[in-house]
């Protein structure tokens, strides 16, 4: 399916996996281009989330965006519907956004574009799925990173606007930023987490077997993150520290997330820092790379090891390795606590938003979206304040 739109701009759908295929390497090199640090915007990344959580093809829809015969952006959305009382919303969802149940992994979606014609691509993408799509679904959802900012009504195409469109501010992921400097002795760090990593370093190197942080690469990388899991599997279970979710309960995860990280190591844009004890992996953890920011993902820890600040030894080891690639930022992931904040209070917004069809069925729809999500946030904070008082 193509069509051609303002700005020259030709588009297509994609939707099976061999179609994917055959864009891979312009993908890639758009992702270049795009200068996005995201690394869950990387087409194999987000190929693999299609595959693995969006098996059926025809819940698919990947606009690409071509001028001169150039790829300039990719939007890949997929159907998704939400169950709200007597109403069944339908929307299409950009892939990784509002993950959770289906994939605790994937912090961060985004439409992929140039960097150099970012917001002429943009506006052409968003008014293209808006006139072919939203007559048939409730609502569009999207989400802006940093550098796109917020998003602009003027991408609502006049006519849709006065059918009664409008774009609704979600929400905002948060997530902790390290700035890093040119050394790891120009590093400010709070005297707290100074002696944190002194007690870890004299800890580990107190043990009577040698103990070192490795980083696996590259072809290493898929039993490095296999070794990861089940170490995170082991946190999960433990019951007398902070309560941690298990990612990996169900095999389906932890197969997206061995090939997800394997198609980025490809592309040398990830890699999983191991803590070893006598060459025994004791603590892991998932590196993700774009552009000039480090992403700390998904990690683990050998209970037996708890106590000798291998977690800690691994995020040092992971900004000492970010320095000497000159990289400029360490992003500890989404949503800030006390863990996180230690080593850095500067945050970073991702902005999300609907974009709301004129009907009433999504005016309802959309009522009740709110409700249950303010009911379940209430929920969610007071089982967090719960467990935290409990250990």
Not at 182 to 201: D, G
Not at 252 to 259: E, S
Not at 277 to 297: I, K, Q, T
Not at 311 to 340: C, F, G, Q, Y
Request: glycine fraction near 8%.
């Amino acid at each position: 399916m193509s069509g051609q739109g303002p700005q020259r701009y030709v588009f297509d759908v994609l939707r099976s996996d061999e179609e994917l295929r055959g864009i891979e390497a312009e993908w890639l090199e758009l992702f270049g281009r795009s200068l996005t640090r995201n690394p869950f915007a990387h087409p194999a990344w987000v190929t693999s989330w299609l595959r693995h959580f969006v098996g059926d093809e025809r819940r698919r829809l990947v606009l690409t965006a071509r001028s001169g015969g150039e790829l300039m952006g990719v939007a890949p959305f997929y159907k998704r519907t939400y169950r709200l009382g007597p109403i069944r919303a339908r929307c299409l969802q950009v892939a990784g956004g509002s993950p959770r149940p289906e994939d605790p992994l994937t912090e961060m979606s985004e439409i992929l574009v140039a960097r150099e014609r970012w917001r002429t691509t943009m506006r052409a993408l968003v008014q293209h799925v808006i006139v072919g799509n939203l007559g048939s679904y409730d609502w569009i959802g999207l989400t802006m990173t940093p550098e796109q900012g917020w998003f602009d009504d003027e991408w609502v195409p006049e006519a849709w606007q006065r059918r009664g469109v409008f774009a609704a501010h979600k929400g905002i992921r948060p997530f902790v930023l390290l700035p890093l400097p040119a050394s790891w002795e120009e590093l400010a760090l709070k005297r707290n987490l100074k002696e944190a990593i002194r007690r870890s370093k004299n800890r580990l190197a107190a043990l009577d077997g040698s103990s070192e942080v490795v980083f696996a690469e590259g072809e290493a990388v898929p039993e490095a993150v296999r070794r990861v899991q089940a170490l995170h599997r082991r946190r999960a279970a433990m019951r007398d520290h902070l309560p941690h979710s298990d990612y990996f309960d169900e095999e389906a995860y932890a197969r997206f997330a061995r090939d997800a990280s394997a198609g980025l190591a490809a592309t040398g844009h990830a890699s999983v820092a191991l803590c070893h004890v006598d060459a025994n992996p004791v603590a892991g953890r998932v590196v993700l790379r774009a552009h000039g920011d480090v992403f700390l993902s998904f990690s683990g820890v050998d209970p037996a090891y708890w106590h000798l600040g291998a977690a800690t030894a691994l995020i040092v080891a992971s900004i000492r390795e970010a320095i000497s690639r000159r990289e400029r930022t360490l992003n500890l992931s989404l949503n800030p606590d006390p863990a996180k904040l230690r080593w850095s209070n500067q945050l970073e917004f991702h902005n999300e938003f609907l974009v709301v069809a004129p009907s009433r069925r999504a005016r309802a729809a959309l009522q009740l979206f709110w409700q249950v999500r303010a009911g379940k946030s209430l929920a969610g904070r007071r089982q967090v304040i719960k467990q935290r008082g409990r250990s």
